[in-house]
């Protein structure tokens, strides 16, 4: 598989201009896409959801901890997989479209997800039972690999000039809504299903709804058109070295390092953290983590048009900051504390100060590449931060309290990669007032 080179897809901005999508066609595609990407994510993050339930059916022993860090250490794998799949899927999208990319994506997850929801227990076929579910998984992040870079690369070109950042904020704020409805459907059966009930057969619903996403999700995008950008550019001469791409793609990866660390640890650990270090019933740790994720919902569209305006840093930087100085001080009230009330208003500080990332952020990633290898090179690098940071947050969360002792151990780690991409945004060039390349 050769690596296409990096090009500049328009001649100048007066031309972009001309080829500019209308109001109504941009939102069209985008809402489309939108609704598939929630289905895809809400495949996607059932899984930390489920993670006890998981960890007593694939992972039963004595020790009810090594269970659950077997189990968020399944959801580190199906993570390590998303760069072959941003790999493939994001060279697929640059060859044959972004459209055939995110139909390929929906049809990858709904397989991995259903699987997941048929597989028999250790009880019943024995070691067969997690080496099964780490091939499911592994699927599911193949899917995940390509789907991100896809989605945004395309959202960031059907985007009017001007509007970006609200316009890639539906990306996250997709992605959040798919989360909500996973963090929602594993709150319903934890508050009317008994604790035996969802470890026997309960746990298996949300990966079933999540099978049957697959058809739906397959039409949407199928009734969707290539973006405009790619259209333009498909024959163009490469122009752009390919050691400019790994220069943006290392920029990407340190920028994209921060932001994933906090979706996992504040949006996918908090339900296990919770529940475990704090005594919260399962039902209040899944609804304070709701609460949470709708937060995070209704202020990403807000911060991602705020961004339009006064442009990406200011609001990349402020949220960089806020997760430095704040996981150690509201843990330790937390620790101190084992209030569900402030729980709840934590979850609701992070979600907020998580948009004021996830808001401009899709945008500003995507404008660090050109179009021709634009969703190969932000597949790939966005799936190597989430390999390489993020989505080993819930198993190296686990490990430091373990290793520790400590339930504030999960900060330390927080602030140390939350450091890194702060300086990587003070080094980056201000995005938002110009054209697409």
Known sequence: MSTPA???????GD???????????????????SIGNVMEWYDFNIFAFMAAPLAKNFFPGSDPAAGLLSTFAVLGVGLVVRPLGGLVIGRMGDVHGRKPAL???????AI????IGILPSYANIGILAPVLLVVARMLQGFSTGGEWGSATTFMAEWSQQGRRGYFTSLQQLSNAVGLLLGSAIAALLASFLAADAIDAWG???PFLIGALFGPIGLWLRRSI??????RDSEGAAASHPVGAAWKAAATAIGFAAGWTVCFYAFLNFMPAFTRIQLKLSPAEALWSNTIGVVAFTIFVPLMGALSDRVGRRPLLLLSSIAFFVLPLPVFLLLVETHS???VVAAQLLFGLALSLYSGPGPAAI???????GRSLWLSLSFSLAVALFGGFTPFISQWLIAVIGSPLAPTFYIMVVVALSFFVVLQMPETAHKPLR
């Not at 031309?15 to 896409?33: D, L």
């Not at 991995?112 to 699987?115: F, K, P, Y």
């Open 366 to 372: 995507a404008e660090l590449f050109p179009t021709r």
């Open 340 to 342: 569900f009330a402030l």
């Open 103 to 109: 139909i390929f994506t929906v049809l990858m997850m």
């Open 203 to 205: 746990w298996r619903v």
């Open 6 to 12: 990096v090009t500049q897809a328009f001649p100048a």
């Open 112 to 115: 991995g997800t259903g699987l």
């Open 225 to 230: 058109d290539e973006t405009p950008p790619f």
């Open 15 to 33: 031309q972009m201009a001309q080829r500019a999508p209308s109001s109504a066609q941009s939102r069209k595609a985008i809402y489309a896409a």
